[in-house]
């Protein structure tokens, strides 16, 4: 569905506010119902159930009365008879909202033909004037009383079935209004949490494409549009991003040509400048007075330095277009290469070299020795006016992996100014002090961001400085897996004891790996075996496996190639090999 | 019991006549006879039995038709006489005793005549009738008469 986040976020809250009025209104509803069943009540049975005994007992004083006045002999309670059957009559009209008119009526027809009879029963019983017709009257009594007896209770009988319905259905409304909300709550819940996921769902997705993306830019990798996936906000940001990145890798472009274009325009006049000065120089120089010839000479070095530095801002454009062919560089030897070079610019300096053997990374060799060689040759410019001079290459394993490092003790920099640092034609020291062009570092950050990798710097003024930089080396692994066929596929390791074995450990990121990988399939136990390693790391990988045989802890350790007498570097096609019979072996 | 025993332990000391070769439970006005219609095959009563049919608790004859109790006025001799040694009970405690069952629509009482004549002319007219009849009447107590005694044990 194409939805913006705000149309989103307004279904869902549309969708919760709907879910509770639908729950307000079904239990308005419900209660609704519940309110009427209980006003029927009040309405109907409240009064039943107050008149009923009140009427049931005036009769029964009125039975009474006689009863009591016969059993006396008294004349006068009998005459007192009738204000009690008033009273009886008076409360009998006073319930004419609780018992129907039809009822009252008979009751009050039988009341006075009761009276009547039991008058007569009464009054014959006192004077003694009984006989046969006697037991008539009594049975004539008795049969009014019984007629208002059976009418009191039928007007006054509480309708059990009518009540009985009216609290179930008060008690089935009331369950139905629990299961309502409790239904209605959990149904609103979950759609509420569905359209939330749904939305969460949407925005993560498209924030990780999108800081992908972004950090590809960032790395300077302009070749790929991020892929808009959702029509949203988000979608609109990487719009924009990718127009922004368009518009970035267009203007790259322009400047490539630019600054490529200038440099090699510039030559063209800087070489008649050279090629006439030299002339001027070397035909004519002695006619020239001394003040010319110095002028001419003056001419000429400016001349040279103007070609160097177009010279390195062709570079400079020509890095950012060349392709990069990535092969294993051992950069070890490279550093070795480029500082035993210096060494003969300089015999007489004094410098103390430091270079960890075997440092080998995926990388275009030419453009791994330009960084070198400028990182290398910064660190011997800068000791240059130091009498013991140091110069470290080496690595080290930070959290993200390998990272490399050229170290010095030379007149190091500001921190204050590290961002002027990679600019072009930037210094942080005039050209009387140290010669350069300013665009040394620039070339070489341009090379490390072509290799996917960061370049970055810490110093202190007289206190030398370190450059690290890191290769990404990704690529290579992909690219081996594709040629080596596909990822190995370990089988039946489950419950067997596995043992890990290597030419040497040195870092031990590769063993780390291995180990993480083989406890995943839940081995019996790990054996580690390697003759050779540095002894703070298999200390530390022993901690992983069950069991370690490190034959050989040299300290120092330098690398596992120098433990070797022939240590050469494997072809693709050798690895293929070795991985075909192993398969073979397997089976 | 033990005083209608007595009585009859008298009488058969006393006054050794008897009629239809039957004990005579008393003589004289304060005396009763219990009497019923000549048709009617009882010839002796359980005294219990004769409570429960004047209390209206027994309403049939063994074997068929429902039994209408005869009283005499409470003012009559015999009726104390009879409430005493039949009812067990006054005379005043069985009007009691009716008041409450007239006026509560349970039962009426046994109609009250006013002299054995009377008692004798409705037991004749209805044959299933009891009563009883004071011991001065003892002689019109004949077949011919369409009445007959019946002995109480």
Not at chain 1, 551 to 565: A, H, K, R
Request: glycine content about 6%.
């Amino acid at each position: 569905m194409r939805l913006s986040f705000r149309q989103k976020l307004i279904t869902i809250v549309g969708a919760t506010a709907f879910a509770f009025l639908i729950l307000i209104c079904a239990e308005a509803f419900l209660t609704n119902r519940m309110a009427e069943q209980l006003t029927k009540i009040q309405k109907h049975y409240i009064p039943i159930l107050e008149f009923g005994p009140r009427l049931e007992s005036g009769f029964e004083h009125l039975r009474r009365s006689f009863q009591d006045s016969v059993a006396a002999q008294d004349k006068e309670a009998l005459e007192k008879t009738a204000a009690i059957k008033d009273s009886f009559l008076n409360d009998l009209a006073a319930a004419k909202d609780v018992i129907d008119s039809a009822h009252i009526s008979a009751l009050r027809e039988g009341t006075e033909a009761y009276y009547t009879a039991a008058y007569t029963v009464s009054h014959r019983l006192i004077a003694g004037d009984t006989g046969l017709t006697l037991v008539n009257e009594m049975s004539l009594m008795q049969i009014k009383q019984a007629q208002i007896e059976n009418l009191l209770k039928a007007s006054l009988a509480l309708d059990r079935g009518n009540l009985a319905e009216s609290f179930s259905a008060i008690a089935q409304t009331q369950g139905t209004s629990g299961r309502t909300l409790v239904f209605a709550s959990l149904t609103g819940l979950f759609v509420v949490t569905l359209l939330s996921l749904w939305l969460g769902k949407s925005v993560l997705l498209s924030l990780s494409g999108l800081s992908n993306g972004l950090k590809r830019f960032g790395r300077g990798d302009f070749t790929q549009p991020i892929q808009i996936t959702s029509h949203d906000e988000l979608g609109d940001v990487a719009q924009e991003a990718n127009q922004m990145a368009e518009r970035i890798r267009g203007l790259l472009k322009e400047l490539e040509s630019f600054s490529y274009s200038v440099a090699h325009d510039l030559r063209a006049p800087l070489r008649g400048m050279m090629g006439f000065s030299t002339i001027l120089l070397k035909d004519h120089g002695s006619i020239l007075p001394a003040e010319a010839q110095d002028a001419v000479r003056r001419i000429l070095a400016s001349t040279k330095k103007m070609g160097e530095l177009i010279d390195s801002l062709l570079n400079l454009s020509r890095l950012a277009r060349v392709e990069i062919k990535k092969k294993p560089v051992n950069l070890s030897d490279l550093a070795q290469d480029v500082l035993s070079e210096l060494m003969g610019t300089n015999p007489e300096r004094k410098v103390t070299m430091n270079i960890t053997k075997e440092i080998v990374v995926d990388g275009d060799t030419p453009l791994l020795r330009v960084v070198l060689t400028n990182l290398l040759g910064n660190s011997w410019k800068f000791t240059s006016k130091k009498t013991e001079a140091h110069i470290e290459f080496g690595m080290k394993y930070l959290s993200g992996g390998a990272v490399y490092f050229v170290k010095d003790n030379g007149a190091g920099f500001d921190m204050q100014y590290v961002g002027k640092l990679f600019g072009t034609f930037q210094r942080l020291h005039s050209t009387e002090e140290f010669e350069g062009t300013g665009i040394g570092l620039a070339t070489v950050q341009s090379i490390i961001n072509r290799h996917r990798g960061e370049i970055w710097a810490e110093s202190k003024p007289e206190h030398g400085a370190i450059f690290y930089f890191t290769i990404a080396e990704k690529r290579e692994l992909k690219r081996r897996e594709k040629i080596y066929g596909a990822k190995l596929t370990i089988k039946q390791v489950t419950n067997r004891t596995v043992i890990l074995v290597d030419d040497g450990i040195a870092t031990g990121a590769t063993m780390r790996a291995a180990i993480k990988a083989i406890r995943k399939m839940k081995p019996l136990k790990i054996v580690m075996a390697v003759p050779v390693a540095a002894k703070s790391v298999c200390t530390e990988l022993s901690k992983l496996v069950n069991e370690t045989f490190c034959s050989e802890t040299p300290d120092p350790f330098f690398g596992v190639g120098i433990w070797y007498e022939s240590f050469p570097q494997m072809t693709d096609k050798e690895v293929q090999e070795i991985l075909k019979q192993s398969k073979n072996l397997r089976r | 019991m033990v005083r209608i025993r007595l009585v009859i332990v008298l009488l058969l000391v006393f006054n050794p006549i008897s009629f239809y070769g039957e004990k005579l439970l008393a003589s004289g006005n304060s005396s009763f006879f219990v009497i019923v219609n000549v048709q009617n095959p009882i010839a002796s009563l359980d005294r219990k039995f004769l409570a429960d049919v004047f209390f209206k608790k027994i309403t049939h004859w063994p074997e068929d038709g429902v039994i209408q109790p005869i009283d005499l006025r409470p003012d009559a001799p015999a009726r104390s006489k009879f409430s005493e040694e039949v009812l067990d009970r006054s005379v005043m405690g069985v009007k009691n005793y009716w008041q409450q069952v007239i006026f509560s629509g349970r039962d009426v009482p046994p109609p009250e005549l006013k002299n054995d004549s009377e008692v004798i002319h409705f037991i004749v007219k209805n044959p299933s009738a009891i009563g009883y009849i004071s011991g001065a009447s003892v002689d019109i107590v004949t077949p011919e008469n369409g009445i007959k005694m019946v002995n109480i044990k």
